[in-house]
Structures are given as structure tokens and as C-alpha cells.
């Protein structure tokens, strides 16, 4: 039989990735690890400094290189960082060798969401009209996932519940 590979969640910003993650890494009794928390800890600075100081292509290549280090890791939960799903090697892994989860929300909950955080690079200076193309877009990408959970109308602790009984029958 084929193992499994590691959990992988993806999606857009404030999708609740990071929080699914832990509480599913808590409960599987997996390692957790955030890509995003990950390359600030590794690079000293937060990811709107890292965008502001270094670029954002400069991030994107450190975090081809972060993600791909701990996609080798084995038996882990990993929340990846809103736009590294749309990195052809890090997609082509996670689709090949893993089982990949897309938190999908409707485009105003998240675009609510999105507002709600002021640690967003890619939102602080935009408008809703470019965060709704920039969700459609990556949505496109997203759907590439194994399994597609739509959060809207779960709760926390529903999407959790549903993700390890997908895991588990796998």
C-alpha cells in the first residue's frame, strides 16, 4: 500500500489553515509545521517585512526551498503559505506524494477575513475587486487539491472532524 504522504492544507489568506492544522496535528498526534511561520523564523522578520526588504520574488524562491525541505519530512501536518500552492514544484509534490486539502470559503467571508488581518502583503494595498480576482485565480489552482472542504457553513471544529475521517479512510 502507498503511504499516505504528509497532510497539506492550502488556500488564500486568513483561511484558517494555520488553526485546522494544529488542532488536527493535536488530535493525529503529527508534527505541525506552518510554512509561513517557518520562513519568519527562519529570516528573522515577519513575511510583510520580508516582501518590503527583499521582494516578493526573493520570498517566493526562499519559500520553494522551505516548502520542499519539509514536504520531505514524513508523517507531518503542514499549512502552506497562501501563494506556494501555485509553485508548480511544490504542487507537483504535494499532488504526487501527499494528501492535499483545499479550505475553500466564499469570496466575501474571505475577502471579511482577509480585511480582518493586517499581516497580508499581498492585501494591504487592495482593492476588493483585485482580492476577488486574486482569489479567482488562485482558486483555479486550488481546485487541484485532492479534497475540497467548503468552510462556510462548518464550524472549526466540523472541518477538523471531517478532514481526519477523510484521512483516516484513505
Given at each position: 500500500?502507498?503511504?499516505?504522504?504528509?497532510?497539506?492544507?492550502?488556500?488564500?489568506?486568513?483561511?484558517?489553515?494555520?488553526?485546522?492544522?494544529?488542532?488536527?496535528?493535536?488530535?493525529?498526534?503529527?508534527?505541525?509545521?506552518?510554512?509561513?511561520?517557518y520562513?519568519e523564523?527562519?529570516l528573522?522578520?515577519?513575511?510583510?517585512?520580508?516582501?518590503?526588504?527583499?521582494g516578493?520574488?526573493?520570498?517566493?524562491?526562499?519559500?520553494?526551498?522551505?516548502?520542499?525541505?519539509?514536504?520531505?519530512?514524513?508523517?507531518?501536518?503542514?499549512?502552506?503559505?497562501?501563494?506556494?500552492?501555485?509553485?508548480?514544484?511544490?504542487?507537483?509534490e504535494?499532488?504526487?506524494?501527499h494528501?492535499?486539502?483545499?479550505?475553500?470559503?466564499?469570496?466575501?467571508?474571505?475577502?471579511?477575513?482577509?480585511?480582518?488581518?493586517?499581516?497580508?502583503?499581498?492585501?494591504?494595498n487592495?482593492?476588493?475587486?483585485?482580492?476577488?480576482?486574486?482569489?479567482?485565480?488562485?482558486?483555479?489552482i486550488?481546485?487541484?487539491?485532492?479534497?475540497?472542504?467548503?468552510?462556510?457553513?462548518?464550524?472549526k471544529?466540523?472541518?477538523?472532524?471531517?478532514?481526519?475521517?477523510?484521512?483516516?479512510?484513505n
Amino acid at each position: 500500500m502507498k503511504s499516505k504522504g504528509n497532510i497539506v492544507f492550502l488556500g488564500m489568506m486568513a483561511s484558517g489553515k494555520t488553526s485546522v492544522g494544529k488542532l488536527i496535528s493535536k488530535k493525529l498526534k503529527k508534527e505541525f509545521f506552518d510554512t509561513d511561520q517557518y520562513i519568519e523564523n527562519s529570516l528573522g522578520m515577519n513575511i510583510s517585512k520580508i516582501f518590503e526588504t527583499k521582494g516578493e520574488d526573493y520570498f517566493r524562491k526562499f519559500e520553494q526551498k522551505i516548502s520542499l525541505e519539509i514536504l520531505k519530512k514524513k508523517d507531518i501536518v503542514i499549512s502552506l503559505g497562501g501563494g506556494s500552492f501555485l509553485n508548480k514544484k511544490i504542487r507537483n509534490e504535494i499532488l504526487d506524494n501527499h494528501l492535499s486539502f483545499w479550505l475553500n470559503w466564499n469570496n466575501q467571508i474571505l475577502i471579511k477575513r482577509i480585511r480582518n488581518s493586517t499581516k497580508r502583503p499581498l492585501a494591504i494595498n487592495t482593492s476588493d475587486k483585485e482580492l476577488m480576482n486574486l482569489i479567482k485565480i488562485r482558486s483555479n489552482i486550488y481546485s487541484k487539491a485532492l479534497y475540497k472542504i467548503d468552510c462556510n457553513e462548518l464550524s472549526k471544529l466540523e472541518v477538523v472532524n471531517k478532514i481526519i475521517n477523510i484521512y483516516e479512510t484513505n
